[in-house]
């Protein structure tokens, strides 16, 4: 059993008003305060965010924003800082392939909010992940370490970084990678860090799976070496189905309530 602490995320996306952000988190809390061994954290679209945090305030959630900009202030109508983020949050999704596919985020922007985020003293959540065609093409470890190493480019926070892998086809599909599937890809970019980041700071940084993350087949997945939890989408907008996902991963780790 591995020495990292597992993660389980939760991405709401553009899901929750203020007011049922706030509900969720409540019900999120009391759920998994049995579950210390696993860390916990909820990612609210920004509006939810100053209930959600201060809701979770004395639990064992932790907070995540979805998005950030890298520019420090100024004229960037509608975007959002670090700094305005830092009260609030501890870690920041950046690089969500619908940010890259829908928003047209290149590798060079995620690097830039990713050294964004670790400047500001929180924790980015750097996603990747391969298209249908490219995986069809043969060609998915290659292509996902190159996409890791570009997205990391200049970033230098080690100890704070939190990758996820979410291929773009198993997410909001129902079609989960297989355990195997997400475990050679994981697998791959821990040697990809190792070869960033050197062998220490590679063995302590948590590596999470994502797409159709469920209560049923989270535990082959965080039962593989490399897999250390997973960023959910649909299922944790469920309290119980995502307070699920958190107990069968404790009991994976060998600390059930
Ligand atoms: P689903 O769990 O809904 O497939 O979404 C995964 C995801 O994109 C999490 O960031």
Redesign the pocket.
């Known amino acids: 059993m591995t020495h990292r602490k597992p993660v389980i995320a939760g991405?709401w996306?553009m899901n929750t008003t203020p007011s049922e952000g706030r509900d969720l988190a409540l019900e999120i809390a009391k759920g998994v305060s049995d579950f210390p061994g696993v860390e916990v954290i909820v990612c609210p679209p920004f509006t939810g965010l100053a209930n959600v945090s201060r809701t979770v305030e004395s639990s064992n959630v932790l907070v995540g924003a979805q998005n950030v900009s890298a520019e420090p202030s100024g004229a960037f109508t509608g975007e959002v800082s670090t700094a305005m983020l830092d009260e609030l949050v501890s870690h920041v999704?950046v690089g969500?392939?619908?940010r890259r596919a829908l928003f047209g985020e290149t590798d060079e922007d995620v690097a830039a909010k990713a050294i964004a985020v670790h400047s500001a003293e929180m924790k980015p959540i750097v996603?990747v992940g391969e298209s249908l065609d490219t995986r069809k093409s043969g060609n998915a470890v290659g292509w996902v370490r190159e996409q890791l190493r570009a997205s990391l480019d200049g970033y230098a926070g080690w100890g704070s970084l939190i990758v996820?892998y979410?291929p773009v086809w198993?997410?909001?599909?129902g079609e989960a990678a297989s355990p195997q599937q997400a475990q050679e890809i994981i697998g791959e970019l821990r040697s990809e860090l190792v070869e960033l980041a050197g062998q220490e700071a590679a063995e302590q940084i948590r590596i999470l799976y994502?797409?159709?993350?469920n209560s049923n087949n989270i535990g082959p997945f965080v039962d593989r070496p490399d897999i250390d939890g997973a960023?959910?989408?649909?299922?944790s907008l469920q309290a119980a189905e995502f307070v699920s996902i958190v107990e069968n991963t404790a009991r994976v780790y060998g600390n059930p309530a």
């Open positions: 991405n996306k999704i969500h392939s619908e996603c996820a979410e198993a997410i909001g599909t994502g797409g159709s993350v960023l959910v989408g649909g299922a």
